[in-house]
């Protein structure tokens, strides 16, 4: 077989099975760096035995065969060095001696991608482990990459990465799913890991664009799993449907050279109309399961800035209320913020600003940017044109991003003309 | 089953101010508590209350003695109890309910290592 469609294959496989191999190979070898080594060596003897005969008709059952064999290997090998070890919580229900297990269908094999995901972002792992554990055990991403995801050097990443692995191992975090009654809870941790990953890749000016780019779609095939997976919680939909909406701006939220444009300057013929249909479908299924959870109000008020064909004629006082529920169950500041903007459109800015001044009060928000930076636009927009400058200086001062800064920076030589050409004030 | 110590971590004022009277109240909850820790499946393997940090003598470098605590915090380490629990959820489960009443008081969980399983 020809050695690029062997690498297309295999590098296919990588993607859409990894977390299926390596979750049932937890299963056997009952430690996740042994997992993660036979579900390697799994996908590099792939490479010469499908040059050979072929790629067989199922990649994911001959490679998750592959590793837990070479997993079951190990085992009886090592099998008095292991008793030395501490192992994963849940037993493996594989006996290494046991030859039958050695050949089992595939169908046979329990799909153990959930307890992986819900180890990977369990509450007790700090919420920057979580989400690099994700990538790295969930995605198969290297952790080279995933440094570079989230612009840390590689010796750093590489230590979040052991040490969380190490927390799992000696404070015993089960690999299980967990019961009904936790599982909204836990849940809700896996889905913002998911979130922050999405959000992460979509932040404008944040490192290389093919990075980001890999990032949001690695978030997405992850929000697609759950929903399949967990059908039953409507926040795994809610979460899909917010992503899809989100995505679906990929394509027009920069201009030339990376230049950030807001929701109202962005060419919306340049939507991607497919996913803005899937993530309005999905999210009305998720409106429609019940009290609708965080995840799937922000993917409500998405979904009416996908529907809007301009900025004016968007249904803010829908957006409003939205905004109002969302603050029901997810009570923040950012929230409220964005909820004062939305204001400023349905009611007029005038009608915004003291909700911001009573913000400001809020310690949370000290120095979150976007804070001045709504301040300075909505004082633009009602003609304080030295109000807006001050503001947007001050939104200047707080932000680290590239794009965000340039964006300031335009909008400060705009007011700043407009003040110029005002009379002198007396 | 693994064993997990939980370590209770409190400003000691409280102790030193509390009213004779509302002692009691502070002893039967720790006696609810080592029920609700058999109640849950779990099962204690030892704890003990310590004396005040005022009381403490600090050796360091194996050498200097000083008076005082280790770190000196507000909030100090007042008494521990080492449980027997399935896993870290389950040993959450069940600090969850060790009492620690001072305000702005807390546990922490930490394993307690296995010499026969952990290759230190």
């Known amino acids: 077989m020809r050695a690029d469609a062997v690498a297309a294959a295999l590098a296919q496989a990588h993607r859409s099975e990894w977390a299926f191999v390596l979750s049932a190979t937890v299963r056997v070898a009952g430690d996740l760096d042994l997992a993660e080594e036979c579900a390697q060596e799994a996908y590099v003897s792939a490479l010469q035995a499908w040059t050979r005969g072929g ?41 290494p001696h046991d030859p039958a297990d050695l050949d089992w269908p595939y169908a046979a094999v329990p799909d153990d991608r959930l307890r992986l995901v819900f180890t990977c972002c369990h509450p007790t792992l700090a919420p920057e482990a979580r989400v690099a554990l994700t990538l790295r055990l969930v995605c198969g991403v290297p952790t080279p990459d995933v440094a570079r995801a989230f612009l840390v050097s590689e010796p750093t990443m590489a230590a979040r990465i052991t040490r969380a692995k190490k927390k799992i191992s000696e404070a015993r975090i089960p690999y299980r799913v967990p019961g009904r009654a936790e599982l909204p809870e836990r849940l809700d941790s896996v889905l913002t890991a998911v979130h922050l990953l999405f959000s992460t890749g979509h932040t404008a000016g944040q490192g290389d664009a093919p990075v980001r780019e890999e990032l949001c779609d690695r978030a997405l095939h ?25 995505d679906a701006r990929r394509a027009a939220r920069t201009a030339e050279q990376g230049r950030l444009l807001l929701l109202g300057d962005q060419d919306r013929t340049r939507w991607d109309q497919r996913a ?3 993530g309005l479908t999905v999210t009305a299924g998720a409106l429609a399961s019940g009290p609708p959870g965080r995840f799937t109000l922000q993917a409500a008020i998405a979904g009416v800035h996908a529907m809007a064909p301009s900025l004016e004629q968007t249904d803010w006082p829908r957006v409003v209320h939205l905004y109002d529920r969302l603050l029901a169950v997810w009570n923040t500041p950012v929230v409220a913020l964005n909820r004062a903007a939305a204001v400023a459109f349905a009611d007029g800015p005038a009608a915004a600003l003291p909700l911001l001044d009573e913000l400001a009060t809020d310690p949370r928000l000290a120095d979150y940017p976007y804070l001045p930076a709504t301040r300075a636009d909505l004082l633009r927009r009602l003609g304080d044109a030295a109000g807006a400058a001050e503001s947007y200086r001050r939104a200047m001062e707080l932000t680290a991003n590239a794009a965000e800064r340039t964006f300031l920076e335009q909008r400060l030589a705009e007011v700043s003309r407009a003040a110029g050409a005002e009379p002198a004030p007396g | 089953m693994a064993k997990y110590a939980i370590l209770i971590y409190e400003d000691p004022a409280f102790y030193e101010n509390i009213s004779p009277e509302a002692w009691p109240a502070v002893v039967d909850a720790h006696s609810k508590f080592v029920e609700q820790v058999f109640a849950l499946g779990g099962s204690l393997a030892g704890g003990e209350a310590l004396a005040p940090p005022t009381t403490a003598t600090t050796i360091k470098g194996g050498g200097t003695v000083t008076d005082g605590p280790f770190v000196e915090t507000k909030e100090a380490l007042n008494g521990i109890y080492v449980i027997e629990a399935r896993d870290l959820d389950h040993a959450v489960e069940i600090a969850k309910l060790c009492p620690a009443p001072a305000p702005g008081g807390g546990v922490e969980v930490r394993p307690v290592v296995d010499p026969t399983t952990n290759p230190f």
Do not use: C
């Open chain 1, 276 to 278: 803005i249909l899937e």
């Open chain 1, 222 to 246: 992850l929000a697609r799993t759950l929903a399949a997976l967990l059908p039953e919680q409507a926040e795994t939909r809610g979460l899909l449907g917010l992503l899809l909406l989100t």
């Open chain 1, 55 to 95: 790629v067989p008709e199922r990649p994911g059952a001959w490679l998750t065969t592959a590793a837990r064999n070479k997993a079951l290997d190990r085992l009886r090998r090592e099998v008095t060095l292991r008793r030395k070890l501490p192992l994963l919580v849940e037993p493996a229900t594989v006996d």
